[in-house]
């Protein structure tokens, strides 16, 4: 890594264009002085078994360096901190070997991914210290990024946090896409956005007061692919980056520092039906999305992420005491400034000479209709922070903090539904559910913004607002292991905002 840095640095007139764009985010931590390569998660494609391909996960207890001269301790997969991108085809069958190494119980969640019930990697899958959990399943997943992490009972928060998690690109082997960017780590790229705290002496600083359980732990650092401030080389006119908000709490809103626009291309579970010109793009902890940078213009681009305080939404809320938060909150919309932090993301310099990159194709993919009258019922969801947070009993859905034990719905196996969800709180939460990718039918009854329109397993939630869900449950059944719901705000999550449901035949 530091030849490489040192060959990038040492290019003619690059350090010069860097000096000249290089924005240093107002929040970022201000020990990091030179700029660090992205690092690229290695790609594990797993290794064929008769009809298997096996994955073999070790997660394991680690030393990371985010800031030189000073070591932190962290979670990682197979290395220190984070994991390796898994490259899974479509229609193989996977298996994939986990095993804990750690000194507490975890578990291995495949966000975004319709697998069993047993398969899925909630806390009915723990993994004790030293086990080894074997989770098999068919890829059925359209192409795009997916994301494994810990989902340990009451422990999502901290694990993740020190670095439980990792990639999952899904493609189609079939289906050839040559009209996309996709050499893994050239012009196909994944990009794993979380905010730390770090302490004086380098180590994790992760919820320490009820203020961070309550909006949520948020960090002063950003890390991206578990590096502070990255530099990517540029080797093709077009670069395609795969974002993964995979941070506790913060919502981030990405957009480059000169305001140039990209083009989105796919949501969390697959392609969007055609390209979106977009300057800016919000993304809640658990969202993903595949964008296309244009380079050829041959200058360097800082790709930002300004987030606002998740207080935001209680302070106005507590002045205004009225329902219209909704409108007030969303981009565009504006709303006074004082309350953003802006971190750098991705410095992307590109070569004096680029590859060609083919063309965007104006249309991916055609999604089925969305059609309300496929549902068989409606079920709501109320999302509430209550009092007596304190015993954990504020974090609600329905009234109900999460129960093991308890399953809180019952759907039928090949049946569509409406699931309604309210947010009856003054703070944003990101709702994800297991097993489906689903469709917004409408945000307090208005249709969803065209990025919003393909395949989704994370939706955000404006303060008050309530959004209508279309989604469908197939193949797979099971009397009494159940999928969750929840907040993807991990703090929220783990202090028992999040339900269960069982798919019954
Ligand atoms: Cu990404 Cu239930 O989690
Ligand atoms: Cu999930
Ligand atoms: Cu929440």
Redesign the pocket.
């Known amino acids: 890594m530091l030849t490489r840095r040192d060959t990038l640095w040492g290019m003619g007139g690059l350090s010069l264009a860097l000096t000249a764009c290089g924005q240093a985010g107002s929040t970022q931590s201000q020990q990091q002085s030179k700029r660090n390569l992205l690092k690229i998660p290695e790609l594990l494609s797993g290794t064929k078994r008769g009809v298997y391909t096996e994955y073999n996960l070790k997660i394991q207890n680690g030393t990371s360096t985010f800031f030189e001269g000073r070591s932190t301790s962290t979670i990682g997969v197979n290395q220190a901190y984070l994991g390796p991108t898994l490259k899974m085809d479509v229609g193989s069958t996977v298996r994939i070997n986990v095993n804990n190494t750690l000194q507490e119980e975890t578990t291995l ?1 495949w ?2 991914f319709h697998v069993p019930a047993k398969y899925d990697g909630t806390p009915h899958q723990t993994m004790m210290p030293g086990e080894t959990w074997t989770a098999q399943f068919e890829v059925r997943q359209n192409p795009s990024l997916f994301w494994y992490h810990s989902h340990a009972h009451k422990q999502a928060g901290p694990q993740v946090y020190r670095g439980l998690a990792g990639p999952i690109i899904v493609k189609d082997p079939n289906r050839l896409e040559p009209e996309l960017p996709d050499s893994y780590g050239v012009d196909d790229v994944p990009l794993i956005v979380q905010d730390r705290l770090f302490g004086n002496n380098g180590e994790l600083i992760y919820a320490r007061s009820m203020h961070d359980i309550m909006m949520g732990m948020q960090g002063d650092t950003l890390l991206v692919n578990g590096i502070v401030d990255p530099v990517f080389e540029c080797k093709t006119e077009l670069l395609r980056l795969r974002l993964l908000n995979g941070s506790n709490a913060r919502i981030y809103d990405f957009q480059f520092a000169n305001r140039q626009s990209f083009l989105m291309i796919g949501s969390d579970g697959g392609h969007l039906e055609k390209a979106l010109e977009m300057s800016q793009l919000r993304l809640s902890p658990g969202e993903r999305a595949d964008i296309l940078i244009d380079m050829r213009h041959g200058e360097p681009r800082q790709l930002i992420a300004a987030s606002t305080s998740n207080e935001m939404g209680m302070m106005d809320g507590a002045m205004m005491d009225g329902g219209m938060m909704g409108n007030r909150w969303w981009p565009g919309n504006d709303r006074e400034d004082q309350d953003r932090s802006t971190f750098n993301v991705l410095l992307i310099v590109p070569n004096a000479k680029l590859d060609p990159s083919p063309s965007v194709p104006t249309v991916f993919m055609k999604h089925a209709a969305v059609n309300p009258a496929d549902a068989v019922r409606t079920r709501q969801f109320v999302l509430r922070m209550g009092m007596g947070m304190r015993s954990g009993n504020g974090f609600t859905i329905n009234g109900r903090s999460m129960d093991m034990g308890r399953i809180d719905e019952r759907v039928k196996l090949n049946t569509t539904e409406i699931w309604e969800v309210q947010n009856a709180s003054w703070m944003p939460h990101p709702f ?1 559910i ?1 097993d489906v990718q689903f469709r917004i039918l409408d945000r307090d009854g208005r249709l969803p913004a065209p990025h919003e329109t393909g395949l989704k ?1 994370t939706v955000l939630l404006a303060p008050r607002e309530r959004v209508r869900l279309l989604l469908s449950f197939k193949n797979y059944a099971d009397p009494d292991i159940p999928y969750m719901y929840h907040c993807h705000i991990l703090e929220h999550e783990d202090a028992g905002m999040m339900g269960q449901f069982v798919v019954e035949s």
């Open positions: 969640h966000h975004g994800h297991h397993d």
